[in-house]
């Protein structure tokens, strides 16, 4: 069964506008974390941000935020202020422990952001 | 920084070589993970390492193996290349434990399989 579940595989935005691409997850565990990564074209994996699932605040990081509702299993990211170099891919992923202190992640698909002048 | 270098961008092979995919890391870091990137498939996890000579299957393991001799060092070899082989495939290495630290990822390998 799919973990992580993003349902845009594209989204379109005008630059300095918001916008909110989707995930979903599929867990058990009471302990587990959600990570946002975006794969310009040049390919390289850039983290952007973390939410822990004790954590009580939803996460930020500059112009990135993680809306997180835990009972909808969701961890939306809000990019606010788009700039024409936010196009790029973007994952999400959830952190699964495997044995111990080692993590593993599992990936969504993937949506693609393009963000128009 | 956390460095994670892959020992090539661009690789073409021929069906049925042997083929070596080589990742470094400079930081000391426990865990180790291979990757292969498909459009519209995201990230699949091939193998991953949790230390020296110490290795597990993924989710696509089927085709590969791993070899981890030296704890800087993960390699992934396609014993027999094959063209459903082509793809993008991605190194990255992490501390064990800290459950918040990313995953630092190499710059890829694109392999196209002839």
């Known amino acids: 069964a799919q973990k992580i579940t993003q349902t845009q595989p594209g989204m379109f935005v005008q630059e300095k506008e918001a916008v909110t691409l989707d995930c979903t997850y599929d867990?058990?565990?009471?302990?587990?974390?959600l990570f946002w990564y975006k794969q310009p074209s040049s390919g390289e994996m850039i983290f952007l941000i973390y939410?822990?699932?004790?954590?009580?605040q939803n996460a930020t990081e500059g112009r990135y935020s993680l809306n997180f509702q835990k009972a909808r299993k969701s961890a939306n990211l809000v990019i606010s202020a788009s700039q024409l170099g936010d196009s790029a891919m973007y994952f999400c992923?959830?952190?699964?422990?495997?044995?111990?202190?080692?993590?593993?992640?599992?990936f969504g698909k993937g949506t693609l952001l393009t963000v128009n002048p | 920084d956390v460095k994670v270098t892959q020992s090539s961008r661009y690789l073409v092979k021929r069906t049925g070589e042997k083929v070596f995919l080589e990742c470094v890391q400079d930081?000391?870091?426990?865990?180790m993970f291979w990757y292969r990137q498909d459009p519209g498939l995201g990230l699949r996890l091939i193998y991953f390492?949790?230390?020296?000579?110490?290795?597990e299957k993924g989710d696509i393991p089927e085709g590969y193996s791993v070899s981890r001799e030296k704890k800087e060092r993960f390699s992934l070899i396609l014993e027999s290349a094959s063209t459903n082989q082509t793809s993008m495939y991605l190194c990255?290495?992490?501390?064990?434990?800290?459950?918040?630290?990313?995953?630092?990822f190499g710059p890829g390998t694109r392999l196209t399989v002839l």
């Open positions: 990255a290495s992490r501390p064990i434990g800290l459950a918040g630290v990313t995953q630092y």
């Open positions: 867990t058990s565990d009471q302990s587990y974390g």
């Open positions: 939410q822990g699932s004790y954590d009580e």
């Open positions: 992923a959830m952190r699964e422990t495997s044995g111990g202190s080692n993590y593993k992640l599992t």
């Open positions: 930081m000391d870091h426990e865990n």
């Open positions: 390492s949790y230390d020296v000579k110490m290795k």
